[in-house]
């Protein structure tokens, strides 16, 4: 089963922290990518700041194009900064490779993928 591993947080708290802070986490990283490419095939991505984010809202009228406007959806503090997508043989594995990306200043949620929309690796 495909697994989505979001990480949430406030942005710009990892640029507060000190250099040897931002080296442990991003050593965090480093190990997860390091499992999940003995695994086999991921994706992943560093999601750019809000400021540079776009939302379509929904038309009033059917038969008109949704609206462009800036910024995110969501009107929180915490935003989605990254993701993971991995294959899993359970929920268990795939929380156990998430501890690697484990911090003080995030959220992790872990959430099975129904319908992944595409491959990873597309010679498979």
């Avoid at 089963?1 to 080296?23: A, D």
């Avoid at 997860?32 to 750019?48: F, I, N, P, S, T």
């Avoid at 700041?49 to 929180?76: C, H, I, R, W």
Wanted: hydrophobic share 35%; charged share 25%.
């Amino acid at each position: 089963m495909q697994y989505s591993i979001l990480i949430y947080g406030v942005e710009g708290e990892f640029e507060r922290l000190t250099e040897e802070e931002q080296s442990e986490i991003m050593a965090g990283h480093g190990r997860l990518q390091d499992r999940l490419k003995e695994k086999g095939a991921y994706a992943g991505a560093k999601l750019m700041p809000t400021s540079s984010a776009v939302s379509l809202k929904p038309a009033a009228q059917t038969q008109n194009k949704p609206l462009v406007v800036d910024g995110p959806f969501a009107e929180t503090k915490e935003r989605l900064l990254g993701l993971y997508i991995i294959d899993c043989e359970t929920l268990e594995e795939a929380i156990s490779l998430s501890e690697e990306i484990s911090s003080p200043i995030v959220t992790i949620e872990i959430r099975p993928i129904d319908w992944p929309g595409g491959l990873l690796n597309p010679d498979a």
